[in-house]
């Protein structure tokens, strides 16, 4: 999502005659985009935005944005510690950003600039905000209830991007998968956007396992467009925590569509939390045992920590140790899913989008290297002859 943000705003300097530059001392203007999910994450870009404050005095006409989750939680109170940042964008701003930079005067307008061409995904906002109410997370305060766009302003961006060069579309939603409109589904979606010219792969995320459904799998399964890979976030091994978290599925129910994805070919990475505050040894062993059974191609593991404002953030934590040594204990055993899951594919055929001459990746998301030489875009049919366990080797 902050990716795909960030493009947004970008895009719209761009249009301004601005370009983008990764030098900081060539930069008339820094956004920070920011997270706030995690507390560290948040305070890494209130640091960044204290160190910015010599490069700002450095030259005059530099100015700062700070952007995203936390410009929304913290809001204006953040002028009072930074009075030399120029612009709070909020996360639920993004659609006027345009608006705000009229107003904020800072920015001339000077049309003619170029759009960003970079990569070869383009990400296509589907849905904001979130209607679930996980007791340890901060999205819905800070983004909101969810806000679908219209199936007609979402092809529309999806063949705009598609005409740019971008023959892979990222469709982003907090729940992305509870889009709807109408009687139109997210399965519809993922079929008309894979329909539209240019376009040779749809991937999507975060999807929310509730709206993993039999309809979702049928409409799927015959469209080979729609990428085999799915980031499905378990969170837990128990069911017990599971409801603590009030995540609303059990561990049964999301093995049972984790066994249906993977019938329909999709390789699932997940994210996983340990030591949330009611977990206890047994709870813990079954996100370990969650580990096994599934068989994900990939697993980020978090330790728990509280978020003001959520219910979860007034139970007692479980002590830093046993935080520590469960994430030690599931890093282990998640090391090697990688490994495993690249090696698994040696033999078969792969489907790979080209995002370099000879790199690319596979329906399923795993990075592949072929002999020949390709076009940027291109998708080539190969045979994996072997793997490294971090890349794919292709016959041709
Ligand atoms: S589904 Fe749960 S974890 Fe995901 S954004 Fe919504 S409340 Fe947060």
Not at 4 to 18: I, K, P, T, V
């Amino acid at each position: 999502m902050n990716l795909a943000d960030s493009e947004e705003m970008a895009a719209h300097l761009l249009m301004r005659g601005y370009a983008l530059t990764d030098q900081l001392d060539q930069a008339d203007l820094v956004i920070i985009n920011t997270c706030t999910v995690r507390d560290h994450a948040e305070h890494r870009a209130l640091s960044l935005l204290g160190r910015l404050r010599k490069w700002k005095r450095e030259k005059d006409g530099r100015h700062i944005i700070f952007a995203g989750c936390a410009a929304q939680r913290l809001g204006e109170k953040l002028k009072k510690t930074f009075p030399y940042l120029d612009l709070i964008s909020g996360a639920r701003e993004i659609d006027h950003f345009a608006d705000l930079c009229d107003r904020s005067g800072l920015f001339a307008p000077a049309p003619g600039g170029e759009a960003d061409k970079r990569g070869v995904t383009g990400y296509v906002t589907i849905m904001r905000g979130c209607d679930f109410a996980c007791s340890y997370c901060i999205v819905p305060a800070v983004r909101g209830p969810v806000h679908c766009l219209s199936s007609k302003e979402i092809l529309t961006n999806a063949a705009r991007k598609a005409q740019e060069g971008h023959p892979e579309i990222m469709l982003l939603g907090q729940t992305v998968n509870a889009w709807k409109e109408e009687r139109k589904t997210f399965a519809d979606l993922l079929n008309e956007v894979s329909a539209l010219p240019g376009v040779e792969r749809v991937r999507f995320v975060s999807p929310h396992p509730a709206f993993i459904t039999p309809q979702f799998l049928e409409a799927v399964k015959n469209n080979p467009k729609i990428a085999r890979h799915i980031h499905l976030p378990a969170q837990s091994g128990s069911t017990k925590v599971l409801q603590e978290m009030k995540r609303g599925y059990t561990r049964e129910t999301l093995l049972q569509k984790i066994h249906a994805l993977k019938e329909c070919g999709f390789a699932i990475s997940t994210d996983l939390i340990v030591g949330f505050p009611t977990e206890t040894e047994e709870d813990f062993l079954q996100t370990l045992t969650l580990v096994e059974q599934a068989g994900f191609s990939a697993a980020y593991c978090f330790k728990y920590s509280p978020r003001q404002g959520t219910p979860a953030a007034q139970l007692p934590l479980l002590d830093e140790k046993t935080l520590e040594q469960r994430l030690d204990i599931l890093l282990n055993k998640v090391r090697g899913l990688a490994e495993h899951a690249y090696s698994r594919h040696i033999g078969q055929q792969a489907t790979v989008l080209m995002e370099s001459p000879h790199k690319g990746r596979t329906s399923d998301n795993f990075w592949a290297q072929t002999k020949k030489s390709y076009k940027i875009g291109s998708v080539v049919q190969s045979e994996v002859s072997a793997s490294d366990g971090t890349l794919l080797f292709t016959r041709d």
